[in-house]
């Protein structure tokens, strides 16, 4: 069941003194957070499902309030828990767009067919997303760290002039790298 799960937010602090939580969104979907029902809350002591009693929009954050949860100290507990939902409640994306678990983890291939490396991470710029990629490349320094495997960050803008194909099926992302992005 755990792949089946999805983190949507994460708790940030309580709200108010009635047991209300803010949570930080990890979707592009703020209005997503009135459809929310059951949720499942994990931290590092705590793992379970709770029922949303009341949901709404606080400028950029969720407030939440799960059933049992009627106090700020009750809600204080809550902090630093992600709020996962099962992946079939995402809500539907149009064809062509991603969720940012399915591309993090893809190897990154040119155009050319070298292999940058990994999707570690993704920034949100405001402008445009950029796509961390980790390389990985054998350490030539001798010693304990001969042989290793190290690597660095290549950042890769998020646009349709570079990212030419994302394929989930073969777990790749192809790209074309604007002249300078990487060093030689």
């Not at 402008?127 to 980790?134: F, L, P």
């Not at 073969?170 to 990487?182: Q, S």
Request: hydrophobic share 40%; net charge negative; charged share 30%.
């Amino acid at each position: 069941m755990e792949s089946e799960l999805v983190t949507i937010g994460k708790i940030v602090a309580p709200f108010g003194l009635k047991g209300e939580v803010k949570v930080y969104p990890y979707s592009d979907f703020p209005e997503r957070c009135h459809l929310l029902e059951k949720v499942l809350l994990e931290g590092k002591d705590y793992r379970g499902f709770k029922v949303v009693k009341k949901a709404f929009i606080h400028k950029y954050l969720w407030v939440l309030q799960f059933e049992g949860c009627e106090t700020r100290d009750d809600a204080g507990a809550l902090t630093g828990m992600m709020v996962k939902i099962l992946s079939s409640e995402r809500v539907p994306l149009p064809e062509g767009a991603y969720y940012f678990d399915q591309i993090i983890g893809l190897d990154t291939l040119t155009v050319e067919g070298e292999k940058l490396g990994i999707v570690e991470e993704i920034l949100r710029t405001g402008g445009n997303d950029v796509y961390v990629v980790k390389t990985e490349e054998e350490s030539e320094s001798a010693g304990k760290n001969a042989g290793k495997k190290s690597g660095k960050q290549i950042l890769i803008p998020a646009l349709k002039t570079v990212v030419q194909e994302i394929n989930l099926e073969k777990g790749y992302l192809l790209v074309k790298l604007p002249p300078g992005l990487v060093d030689e």
